[in-house]
């Protein structure tokens, strides 16, 4: 079993940067690979970025491949994911997950509970 707890969101402006935090506890993350999506209000939850078990290969949705980078740290059971050049249409509830190497929300088994990310104009 894994639990994952989200940190880190907040209210920032058009063009600023935000780091999300993604703490597991319950069983390391090694074994896992680790997605990262987002859901805006009204509309499904849409795959960001996913990384891979020993962090040495990632993978980022076309929105916001060259602002977005996701990243792990085993031995801290973490997963990070930094926002650069943010923009409104970003905003949405962020959330991690653990479970296989892929872009599709499915294939993850764990879920944390998500933390609110708001990009003013």
């Known amino acids: 079993q894994v639990q994952l707890v989200e940190s880190g969101g907040g209210l920032v402006q058009s063009g600023d940067s935000l780091r999300l935090s993604c703490a597991a506890s319950?069983?390391?993350?090694?074994?896992?690979?680790m997605g990262w999506f987002r859901q805006a209000p009204g509309k499904e939850r849409e795959f960001v970025g996913a990384?891979?078990?020993?962090?040495?290969?990632?993978y980022n949705a076309d929105s916001v491949k060259g602002r977005f980078t996701i990243s792990r740290d085993n031995a801290k059971n973490t997963v990070d994911l930094q926002m650069n050049s943010l923009k409104p249409e970003d905003t949405a509830v962020y959330y991690c997950?653990?479970?296989?190497?892929?872009?599709?929300?499915?294939?993850?088994?764990?879920w944390g509970q998500g933390t609110q990310v708001t990009v003013s104009s």
């Open positions: 990384i891979n078990t020993s962090g040495d290969i990632t």
């Open positions: 319950g069983r390391t993350l090694r074994r896992y690979a």
């Open positions: 997950a653990a479970g296989s190497y892929s872009t599709n929300r499915y294939d993850y088994t764990y």
